[in-house]
């Protein structure tokens, strides 16, 4: 789990995301995700993932590519830590 983590947060930062705005901006680029639920337990932590929803906050096509190649590395990785 641990270097799935370090990677995507290698890419929110390369994106000027928070990692939790990059998850948020990722759910919200897939067709298939509806809606997506955000849980926010100080005012702050509303203003960061509100921002995930901002124009730009669109994920660039090389930070999709980057996402799925974490993907692809660590498919589950919780069975790898």
Request: aromatic share 6%; with cysteine; hydrophobic share 45%.
């Amino acid at each position: 789990v641990r270097e799935a983590v370090r990677e995507y947060i290698r890419i929110a930062e390369a994106e000027g995301l928070s990692p939790a705005q990059l998850a948020l901006a990722f759910c919200r680029s897939r067709w298939y995700i509806p809606s997506t639920l955000i849980g926010a337990t100080s005012m702050e932590q509303l203003h960061e993932n509100l921002a995930a929803f901002a124009k730009s906050a669109h994920l660039s096509p090389d930070a999709l590519a980057a996402i799925e190649a974490v993907h692809c590395r660590h498919r589950n990785p919780s069975l790898s830590d």
